[in-house]
């Protein structure tokens, strides 16, 4: 257990890995179906749980949809690439599985201090997760396969852009409505 309880945003931030573009695309592929998958199996679940505890169901039911979309974009980029099989968990991934770990008896205990706050805190976290997605992180990915003429994967790529991007919006509405709750 951490020695210091508060847990800030950034902290949870950095929990979470991002994939890397490398310079062959199929280990760029890798990278992106493994912190997707992350964030599936992971990330959001976590929140949900975070959202449940602290008695806030809608938002727990957020996180899980988002969840479920995050693995929908692994499923769809792993079809183009039969010869990845399942990836193992990158370095980055691997940090961030541990440090959720670290970081959850403290989470819990502070959901019991400030629940309002945890989740004010996972819901920016999820939004600036999305948000780095959408505008800087896969645009390189698609870019990369529109340099190598591969118009498949691009395309899949370009989709996985679009729906990053609606998570962002569902987030953003949610932390407006949930900070403007909060001010009533």
Known sequence: MLNNKEITE????QCFAAAKQCENRGETAASFIDVEEYEAQVMYPEFARWATKAGHPKLATLFRKVAGEEKLH???LRALYDDIGVPVHGEDTQR???ALQTIRENCDALIEIDPQAVIEKALTVALRVEEREYGDIYPRFRDQAEAANDSETSAVYQRVIDSERQHAE???TALTDFRQAAAA
């Open 10 to 13: 950034d902290m949870i931030f």
């Open 74 to 76: 692994s499923v769809w």
């Open 96 to 98: 961030a599985i541990d």
């Open 170 to 172: 569902w987030f953003h």
